[in-house]
């Protein structure tokens, strides 16, 4: 199976510590697991032109590093966001990022659920998990609050959300939900 981690490890080098030890427990099982590290790499804003559906179907106007990202996510089973919590929320970096993968997604609407939904540009993406690490301010509204919008992304990559863990959780724990995916 292959699984990507899309991570923002912030300045906190025991996130770093803990992913690389979700990962270890990856390779015991002969998973091929990719990391990336998404805290320095150059990762626009999205500004809503559309371009990515109407002009350039699939492709995005910024030359970045989103473009190896995208196809990475194409060619995964298992992609699992990871970042510290920061004001509440995921961090800036992977809120970015998640709002770049618009050209996975036709500009097409389905309805599901009494509501409009876009229609996915390929036929299968990979099964979503989340790994967060906590700060002293996190309150259990936060991973609520996080969880739901997950919840939402979802449904648009029509995929499912595996798993919602924080740092609090053993690193094999992990490894062992993410192999019986």
């Known amino acids: ?3 990507t981690f899309l991570s923002d490890y912030g300045n ?3 996130f770093e510590e803990y992913i690389l030890m979700v990962g270890n427990g990856l390779d015991k099982e002969k998973h091929q697991h990719k990391l990336i590290n998404i805290t320095n790499l150059n990762i626009n804003q999205c500004i809503g032109c559309f371009s990515c559906w109407l002009k350039t179907p699939g492709k995005c106007i910024y030359n970045d590093d989103m473009e ?3 196809e990475t996510i194409v060619k995964t089973d298992v992609l699992i ?3 510290c919590i920061v004001t509440g929320f995921i961090s800036s970096k992977l809120k970015i990022l998640l709002d770049r993968l618009i050209p996975l997604l036709l500009p097409y609407f389905k309805i599901l659920n009494n509501e409009f939904h876009h229609e996915t ?3 299968k993406l990979p099964v979503f998990g989340v790994i967060l690490q ?3 301010n996190t309150k259990d509204i936060d991973l609520e609050i996080i969880e739901e919008y997950y919840k ?3 449904v648009n990559f029509n995929t499912k959300l595996s798993f919602l863990y924080s740092t609090d959780i ?3 724990v992990v490894s062992n939900e993410i192999s019986n995916i």
């Open 1 to 3: 199976m292959k699984i």
């Open 152 to 154: 939402k992304v979802i």
């Open 170 to 172: 053993n690193p094999e």
């Open 121 to 123: 540009r390929y036929e």
């Open 134 to 136: 906590k700060n002293a």
């Open 81 to 83: 966001f990871s970042s």
């Open 68 to 70: 190896n990202i995208l």
């Open 12 to 14: 906190f080098d025991d």
